[in-house]
């Protein structure tokens, strides 16, 4: 195991505590649909069992968002595996990602729904409430994308043998 499948791995892990430690914290001490305003009302948190997928949608597709949840965590595994991956920073958001599904996945399985409990808005302007592995996915999925958008091309792992410039026999 290299340096940077290690990052990879310990982000997914990281990801994985956060969230369930979190959410346990969430259901011990919430009430279902009560907000407990944190940073005033801007940032609260309530309590909700997601049944659905992100944001609420789907409601009670159980089954069908395990096997998407599953069919994520592959993809994500399918990924890590490709030299275009190889970075530090595709290997961390990738585990970030990756414990962000799991994460879900963990609820979804164990409760027949997910735990979400971070509430952001204004006043009646309000965010879907969610939680940690959101929260991991949706921004590892962007700076994923961001970073691998901006210069085209993944940027090349200074680990690998097949670098330009550097010519093997």
């Known amino acids: 195991?290299?340096?940077?499948?290690?990052?990879?791995?310990?982000?997914?892990?990281?990801?994985?505590?956060?969230?369930?430690?979190?959410?346990?914290?969430?259901?011990?001490?919430?009430?279902?649909?009560?907000?407990?305003?944190?940073?005033?009302?801007?940032?609260r948190?309530?309590?909700?069992?997601?049944?659905?997928?992100?944001?609420?949608?789907?409601?009670?597709?159980?089954?069908?968002f395990i096997i998407i949840s599953i069919l994520a965590i592959a993809v994500v595994l399918a990924l890590f595996r490709r030299e275009a991956y190889r970075g530090l920073a595709h290997r961390v958001l990738l585990g970030c990602i990756l414990g962000g599904a799991i994460g879900n996945l963990i609820d979804r399985a164990r409760l027949g729904w997910?735990?979400?409990?971070?509430?952001?808005?204004?006043?009646?302007?309000r965010w879907p409430v969610f939680n940690v592995a959101d929260s991991a996915v949706t921004l590892g999925v962007l700076f994923l994308a961001w970073n691998l958008s901006r210069a085209g091309h993944p940027a090349p792992d200074p680990e690998s043998p097949h670098r330009p410039g550097l010519e093997s026999g």
């Open 45 to 64: 948190f309530t309590l909700v069992h997601n049944t659905g997928a992100a944001f609420g949608l789907f409601p009670g597709s159980r089954g069908p």
């Open 114 to 125: 997910v735990v979400d409990f971070i509430d952001v808005g204004v006043d009646s302007i």
């Open 1 to 43: 195991m290299t340096r940077r499948d290690g990052f990879f791995f310990g982000c997914a892990a990281a990801v994985i505590a956060a969230d369930q430690l979190t959410k346990a914290v969430a259901s011990a001490r919430l009430l279902p649909g009560q907000p407990v305003p944190f940073l005033g009302d801007t940032v």
